[in-house]
């Protein structure tokens, strides 16, 4: 590999004229592209260049050798493309769920680029927000937040999921700003009927648990984001799908003082295919892209 290197010094020093202009095409300091040219002559035994203060010109043994130096190094080029175009690319078919809300904000982004990145891995993506065991649902990958494990299957965390709880203006100027979690029993609540009725939040004293009696359930998580700006009632919703409302003043953060406990997006992946390169390819992707997830505040 040295060989290689000091013969593209050669090549680049003899098309610049000189070793300060031939190390900036190559990248390195004028010094390396000198030492380089110097090893090559080593090696040859004989001068390629006759050197002066301000340039350098081609030895007759310089102009024999260039076009020969020039196929050299093009073949090897062209060799270690082919090398690298012939690697084995991962291929087969991955069957996934994922939340629906959860896929249109950026999984969906993520797994179009996952394919772009390998064409000859084929995918079946199917949304819905329930909590699924994907043994029993004939899936490769399920993907969530909710905290839930099953037998004989394999839990891959990937970043964590946080909760606020969110207002609009208008709806706290009509029916005030709850202190305490407690309060949330005298407001109009707007569900994820998924998580049930009950809202879990952290306090100093440990965590306290408020069942709700909404005026509105969906299992879409839009659907609530929607009605809370439009002033309709309180929601509980993950911090990225509000942080466009809450950035324009469409929403308040509530209850600030009281968390909603984290959790986790994860993967949920049968035993059995955990090992399959197309799994593997997809969880090793997902992980490096969700690793720099930042939730918004």
């Given amino acids: 590999m040295d060989t290689v290197l000091n013969m593209k010094a050669f090549l680049a020093t003899a098309r610049a004229g000189n070793f300060t202009a031939a190390a900036r095409v190559l990248g390195v300091a004028p010094s390396i592209a000198t030492k380089r040219v110097t090893q090559l002559e080593r090696q040859i035994r004989g ?23 020039q196929a050299l190094v093009s073949d090897f080029d062209k060799t270690l493309s082919i090398m690298s175009d012939a690697r084995p690319r991962v291929e087969g078919h991955v069957r996934v769920k994922c939340p629906t809300t959860m896929s249109y904000s950026f999984l969906s982004e993520l797994f179009a680029r996952f394919q772009k990145q390998n064409p000859m891995i084929s995918m079946d993506i199917i949304l819905y927000d329930r909590p699924v065991n994907p043994i029993e649902e004939g899936l490769d990958i399920a993907i969530g937040g909710a905290p839930v494990s099953f037998g004989n299957v394999i839990d891959i965390p990937f970043c964590p999921l946080r909760n606020r709880i969110y207002a609009s203006p208008s709806y706290l100027e009509k029916a005030g700003r709850p202190a305490h979690p407690r309060e949330l029993a005298g407001h109009a609540c707007l569900n994820f009927f998924p998580n049930g009725t009950i809202w ?18 969906s299992n879409d998580l839009n659907v609530l984001l929607q ?8 929601a509980s919703l993950p911090q990225y799908l509000a ?8 929403l308040e953060v509530l209850l600030k003082d009281f968390p909603i406990p984290e959790t986790w997006i994860k993967a949920l992946v049968p035993a059995s295919r955990i090992h399959q390169p197309p799994v593997q390819a997809l969880l090793s992707f997902l992980r490096e892209e969700l690793s720099a997830f930042v939730d918004a505040e």
């Avoid at 050197?51 to 130096?69: F, H, M």
């Fill in 47 to 69: 001068r390629l260049f006759d050197r002066s203060t301000r340039q350098v010109k081609l030895t007759a043994l310089g102009e024999r050798y260039l076009p020969v130096v």
């Fill in 200 to 217: 879990t939040f952290q306090t100093e004293a440990g965590q306290i648990s408020i069942d709700t009696s909404p005026i509105l359930s």
């Fill in 227 to 234: 009605a809370a700006c439009n002033g309709n009632g309180v």
């Fill in 243 to 250: 942080a466009d409302a809450l950035k324009a003043g469409r």
